[in-house]
T-cell receptor
Framework: NAGVTQTPKFQVLKTGQSMTLQCAQD?????MYWYRQDPGMGLRLIYY???????DKGEVPNGYNVSRLNKREFSLRLESAAPSQTSVYFC?????????????FGSGTRLTVV | QKEVEQNSGPLSVPEGAIASLNCTYS??????FFWYRQYSGKSPELIMS????GDKEDGRFTAQLNKASQYVSLLIRDSQPSDSATYLC????????????FGTGTRLKVLA
């Protein structure tokens, strides 16, 4: 039982390159989320998927796109990476939509854009 | 702008003492409140949730909620060096929303 698995764990990109961060969960949770964490800024919501087939913007969606591939998988894509996207990215899940339950987080992806 | 405020710390307490961590929030419609613990270089881990005014106890942890004053706190009794971490407060932004706002966290140091 792996919980929430994020890949890769570390990545260095050059400005303008693209990449996809992967998140997969085996918890049978309906809702999935992508956050970024920056020093002094806390966790900020990028995109979320309340249930399979739906996605919505969060607080800081610019420069990102998402795909809810199926109930288990939620990917985050950076089309043209910028140094401002250097951050730690966390995927999180919760049992249902509605902010009633707490999250289970993946281990994170540390992304550096040079 | 809906906000969740925490003192960044560090809050230093001796081993065995009670650590008190506080969080205030701006949205009176908030209904769900959470505390997460995050060790350096690791992901946040849910430790407490609270939904009603009053106290909720779980082992050495007690969450306290006062909706009238718009604050939520976390007490850690018999603090241990292993409790040294950053504690994040998270608040949902009103009924029917899927979103939380996280505070920036309070760093706790428990001194042996």
């Amino acid at each position: 039982n792996a919980g929430v698995t994020q890949t890769p764990k570390f990545q260095v990109l050059k400005t303008g390159q693209s990449m996809t961060l992967q998140c997969a969960q085996d918890m049978n949770h309906n809702s999935m989320y992508w956050y970024r964490q920056d020093p002094g800024m806390g966790l900020r919501l990028i995109y979320y998927s309340a249930s399979e087939g739906t996605t919505d913007k969060g607080e800081v969606p610019n420069g990102y796109n998402v795909s809810r591939l199926n109930k288990r998988e939620f990917s985050l894509r950076l089309e043209s990476a910028a140094p401002s996207q250097t951050s730690v990215y966390f995927c999180a899940t919760s049992p249902t939509g509605g902010a009633v339950y707490g999250y289970t987080f993946g281990s994170g992806t540390r992304l550096t854009v040079v | 702008q809906k906000e969740v405020e925490q003192n960044s710390g560090p809050l230093s307490v001796p081993e065995g003492a009670i650590a008190s961590l506080n969080c205030t929030y701006s949205d009176r419609g908030s209904q769900s409140f959470f505390w997460y613990r995050q060790y350096s270089g690791k992901s946040p881990e849910l430790i407490m949730s609270i939904y009603s005014n009053g106290d909720k106890e779980d082992g050495r942890f007690t969450a306290q909620l006062n909706k009238a004053s718009q604050y939520v706190s976390l007490l850690i009794r018999d603090s241990q060096p292993s409790d040294s971490a950053t504690y994040l407060c998270a608040v949902n932004m009103g009924a029917g929303t899927y979103k939380y706002i996280f505070g920036t966290g309070t760093r706790l140091k428990v001194l042996a």
